[in-house]
């Protein structure tokens, strides 16, 4: 059997509260689903075991919130997969401020995980408020702190731009208070704002109000000039890092490489197939306990999705796509096959070639979607 090195991404789906912007697959006040949840979810990962030899390159435990359930579950989980855990391993845990102690930040440590991804997305606790966040900036702070005491240094802090009632003020408040914390990673995403989540209904119906385009696009580009003047060097559209600190788990999905996604609603891309599981706990966990993988629904990868999915994430990246990379992979001769729209996107100024590389301009990367459609 061949050994495949890939991504894994664990999905642990509860909550303390919904935020308002919220529409993961993630549920608050379902604690008792806990235990089956944990063993249905090893369950699922021994099935994959069973069939295939992986090597797992990076483990990013995501959620909801993976911090607000026991530490030992955590431990089990781990357990599970830790001979196919690759030696020098990225394992990240996603953490909400105030959901950790002691304790669990031990057991942490003991059983591998090596990075830290806190959402804190404002420093003023008025915008937690608005957003739903059930904490405050103090609870970052501490809980930051008692991770940096156990010898936590990789920590990335999720930040949000073009929230309602924030002003740029605000935003560069936020920006410099998380740098002068000497934060080694950190990842700026605008607000999306998504049909059907309580949000959505409050913007509707003008109880709230998010800044225009013209502010919001303002908000990115100050993100990128105050962290780069702090050394966080932009790799991604969205993700900035010190040098040697960016995403290893990430990458894998810009790279277009294979990942396998365990628990409820996860997504997984292997063997040129997508496949999806349920989202429902109740019908993810009948699934394992009649020893059925619970995938929902899968589909193939066609040679011309697979091409464009790598040249679309690969723009996200700063370094761009490789010709060559890409020639060898598809056997074909990329700058010919999308002479026209190279063209086309080098007089708008919006990607830009260098040797063997091409990516997007600072211009291109405000105006990715247009980029993106023009490969399509």
Request: glycine share 6%; net charge neutral; charged share 30%.
């Amino acid at each position: 059997m061949m050994m495949k090195n890939i991504g894994l991404y664990i999905h642990i789906p509860f909550c303390l509260r919904k935020c308002l912007y919220c529409d993961f697959n993630s549920y608050a006040g379902k604690g008792m689903y806990e235990k089956p949840y944990v063993e249905a979810l090893i369950k699922e990962l021994k099935c994959y075991l069973n069939k295939q030899e992986y090597r797992f390159r990076t483990v990013f435990i995501g959620g909801g919130t993976p911090t607000i359930i026991n530490p030992e579950n955590i431990a089990k989980i781990i357990g599970t997969i830790e001979r196919n855990i690759q030696k020098d391993a990225e394992i990240t845990i996603e953490c909400n401020p105030g959901t950790i102690d002691k304790n669990k930040i031990e057991v942490y440590k003991a059983i591998g995980i090596n990075r830290i991804s806190i959402g804190l997305q404002a420093w003023q606790d008025e915008l937690l408020k608005t957003i739903g966040r059930v904490h405050k900036r103090e609870d970052f702070i501490k809980s930051l702190n008692l991770f940096r005491s156990y010898g936590f240094d990789n920590i990335n802090v999720d930040l949000m731009f073009s929230l309602p009632g924030q002003t740029m003020e605000m935003w560069i408040e936020t920006l410099e208070n998380v740098c002068d914390l000497e934060i080694k990673h950190v990842s700026c995403y605008s607000l999306i704002v998504e049909e059907g989540t309580p949000i959505h209904k409050l913007i509707e119906s003008g109880d709230l109000k998010i800044p225009d385009e013209d502010l919001d696009r303002e908000m990115y580009r100050t993100a990128k000039t105050i962290l780069e003047k702090y050394g966080l060097v932009q790799y991604e559209i969205s993700n900035f890092s010190k040098p040697g600190f960016s995403c290893a788990h990430n990458l894998i999905y810009w790279r277009n490489e294979e990942y396998l996604g365990v628990g409820a609603g996860s997504h997984s891309k292997l063997d040129n197939k997508r496949f999806w599981n349920y989202e429902n706990l109740d019908k993810y966990i009948e699934c394992l306990k009649t020893g059925k993988l619970p995938i929902k629904d899968k589909e193939n990868i066609s040679f011309k999705e697979d091409l464009w999915e790598t040249i679309i994430l690969g723009l996200r990246l700063n370094a761009g796509i490789s010709v060559s990379e890409i020639n060898h992979k598809y056997r074909i001769d990329f700058l010919k096959q999308y002479e026209n729209t190279i063209t086309k996107l080098e007089y708008d100024l919006l990607v830009k070639k260098q040797g063997d590389k091409i990516s997007l301009t600072d211009r291109g990367r405000d105006l990715s979607n247009r980029v993106f459609i023009e490969f399509m």
